[in-house]
């Protein structure tokens, strides 16, 4: 079974740009294709940041890039 990168990252803070918005969050879980995060907020540079309610799935194909934050900077 494949074992994507990502789930090394699980529990970290990340940053995650999708198209036009960026995403930040804790990164909740990555397997099938999908990224979960949980206390999200999006960030655009139009409309501002704006807090997301519940889970935020997002298509792992999509993602132009993700930056985990070291724990030491938090």
């Known amino acids: 079974m494949f074992r994507t990168p990502l789930r090394d ?4 803070r990340v940053t995650i740009r999708v198209g036009q918005i960026t995403w930040r969050g804790l990164l909740a879980a990555a397997s099938a294709g999908w990224v979960e995060l949980k206390r999200a907020e999006a960030i655009d540079p139009v409309t501002g940041s704006m807090s997301a309610d519940g889970i935020i799935l997002l298509p792992e194909s999509k993602i132009d ?8 900077t938090l």
Do not use: C, K, V
């Open 9 to 12: 990252q699980i529990g970290r």
């Open 65 to 72: 890039y993700l930056q985990a934050i070291p724990e030491e």
